[in-house]
């Protein structure tokens, strides 16, 4: 006779629970890990898709999900975090033979509400589960594509997705899926600051997502790529492109407190698609948003990978690019050109002087004078233009200027200026540009 279903499940879990239970003295998180609780509508498996925090922010969005717990599962080694990265240099440097964990992800959900093949398919969509033991940048058999089942039902599932779905890739140009579907032999939960990590910090790490390829027939939303930038219609001699990714904060706030107020000579552009433009080149794979890459020449010459709100350490890693080794002396390790030397010195037409990074504007023509220094000088910055901070070298007691937009040094101010202000704003003109005014 043929044993019911639910009765076959209530008899593995328990199976199970003795199973860990004997094992407990040596892996007491491993006592977590169910695979049915009948009074409650739940099924767990366990999953592993490379960073394990975007993995749970992305896995918690499923319908039917009840939970995402973070942990680390079907290793030889200590079940932590310091562990398993300690065990991916060790078997790097040839200094040990022993399996490592896999981050991985356990996903408890509601059978009466979503079936096992609706959180594969978001498993599946959800990750590149072509890359071996790596997604994206995050490089290591920790971050390796794995499935981990809880018996043979849940095995016959996995298969039968991987199948369909490695078809799917096919046909879109990908490459056999390296995805591990394997009974679960061990896991531990991982530390507490790692449950809900991009609850807790929403400004994270945010991944990039899948393939973009769709599970043929599923009702789920995959990550759908736009199209990528065409190279042709973009600056080839020099380009700022800034990937993002959907529902990413950090891409949010650096749109708000960057983008939003660009005056930089440097044109930008900002794209979903993690692909360099058509015909152009990035030197490695992106991992994470936004980031923010220059391309001359229609290659990769640098990237700024992540924002956090320090809009100084922006503008001064693409200064560094855009800037002379003059003007980086100048602007970042507050030097002096010698009198006489730099720029805009007699410069009279109409106009503004504008920081030289980011284009913000810093003194008006109209407030420049002639103070036979040997340095451009005016006697009133751009109101809000001009941050002020003491300086003692050099034996004195100064007021150094920095641009407000940048935080580059420009120069001083003294107390022996021109009516109606009596200031004089000592700059180097080597860390000036001037735009004229139309027509002008």
Request: a neutral charge; one cysteine or more; aromatic letters at 10%.
């Amino acid at each position: 006779m043929i044993m019911p279903r639910l009765l076959q499940r209530l008899l593995l879990t328990l199976g199970l629970g003795l199973m860990v239970s004997a094992c407990a003295r040596e892996n007491p998180a491993a006592a977590k890990v169910v695979s049915l609780d009948a009074g409650q509508q739940r099924e767990t498996i366990v999953l592993g898709m490379g960073c394990f925090w975007g993995a749970e922010k992305r896995m918690s969005a499923l319908p039917g999900v009840i939970d995402v717990e973070v942990g680390y599962a079907n290793g030889e080694v200590e079940g932590s975090y310091e562990a398993v990265l300690a065990q991916e240099r060790a078997l790097r440097a040839g200094r040990s033979q022993k399996r490592n964990h896999a981050e991985v992800v356990k996903v408890t959900f509601d059978p009466s509400r979503t079936t096992l093949e609706a959180v594969l398919i978001g498993f599946w969509e959800n990750h590149d589960p072509t890359q071996g033991d790596r997604q994206g940048n995050d490089i290591g058999s920790n971050y390796r594509s794995a499935i981990y089942y809880l018996d043979e039902a849940q095995a016959a599932v996995a298969r039968a997705t991987r199948d369909v779905y490695q078809e799917a890739l096919r046909r879109a140009g990908h490459g056999p899926i390296t995805t591990e579907i394997a009974p679960l032999e061990v896991y531990h939960r991982a530390e507490d600051h790692h449950q809900d990590y991009l609850k807790k910090n929403p400004y994270g790490y945010c991944g990039l997502g899948g393939t973009g390829v769709k599970y043929p027939g599923s009702m789920t939303p995959a990550v759908t790529l736009q199209p990528r930038l065409d190279g042709k219609a973009l600056a080839y001699d020099r380009q700022l492109v800034v990937f993002e990714a959907e529902d990413c904060a950090y891409c949010k706030r650096f749109k708000a407190e960057v983008l939003d107020h660009w005056k930089s000579p440097v044109p930008v552009v900002r794209t979903l698609n993690p692909n360099p433009p058509t015909g152009w080149q990035l030197e490695k794979a992106l991992f994470a948003t936004p980031t923010i890459v220059l391309f001359e020449q229609g290659r990769e010459v640098s990237r700024y990978t992540g924002y956090d709100g320090d809009r100084t350490r922006f503008w001064q890693w693409l200064g560094f690019r855009l800037l002379t080794p003059e003007q980086r002396r100048i602007a970042f390790e507050q030097g002096t050109e010698r009198p006489f030397t730099g720029s805009h010195l007699d410069e009279k037409r109409p106009g503004t002087f504008v920081d030289p990074i980011t284009g913000a504007p810093l003194f008006r023509s109209d407030t420049k004078f002639d103070s036979g220094t040997g340095w451009p000088s005016f006697f009133n910055p751009v109101p809000g233009a001009l941050t002020y901070h003491e300086d003692l070298s050099h034996g004195m007691r100064r007021i150094e200027v920095r641009s407000a937009s940048s935080g580059i040094h420009l120069g001083h101010v003294f107390d022996d200026g021109p009516p109606p202000t009596g200031k004089r704003y000592c700059i180097n003109g080597n860390v000036l540009k001037f735009v004229p005014d139309p027509g002008k």
